[in-house]
């Protein structure tokens, strides 16, 4: 079994900054792409950023240039680095993994439970 924990959410005035990590554990061969959404209230869950297992990333155009994701992958961590944070960033962040148990099984779509983040003066 494979668990994803996030951490590192709270409550930011605009024009601040957070980190938010996210540490996978438990049965885990091999992980590939990890990412980070997000959920507003009254919306979908959208893509904030991935990250592939050798280091390529792509972001959603609302955050470029301000948010940072990066993984360490003796951790088994991926971090977004949240940078100018506006209001509309506020929502639940939810780390994602794609990750395989054993060498003979695909990639499982892996979700944690989410950290909240809320950006108010």
């Known amino acids: 079994q494979v668990q994803l924990v996030e951490s590192g959410g709270g409550l930011v005035q605009p024009g601040g900054s957070l980190r938010l990590s996210c540490v996978a554990s438990?049965?885990?061969?091999?992980?590939?792409?990890m990412g980070w959404y997000r959920q507003a209230p009254g919306k979908q869950r959208e893509l904030v950023a991935r990250?592939?297992?050798?280091?390529?990333?792509n972001y959603a155009d609302s955050v470029s240039g301000r948010f940072t994701i990066s993984r360490d992958n003796a951790k088994n961590t991926v971090y977004l680095q949240m940078a100018r944070l506006k209001p509309e960033d506020t929502a639940v962040y939810y780390c994602?993994?794609?990750?395989?148990?054993?060498?003979?099984?695909?990639?499982?779509?892996?979700w944690g439970k989410g950290t909240p983040v809320t950006v108010s003066s």
């Open positions: 994602n993994a794609d990750i395989s148990v054993n060498p003979m099984s695909s990639a499982v779509d892996s």
């Open positions: 438990g049965s885990i061969f091999r992980i590939y792409g």
């Open positions: 990250i592939t297992s050798d280091g390529r990333s």
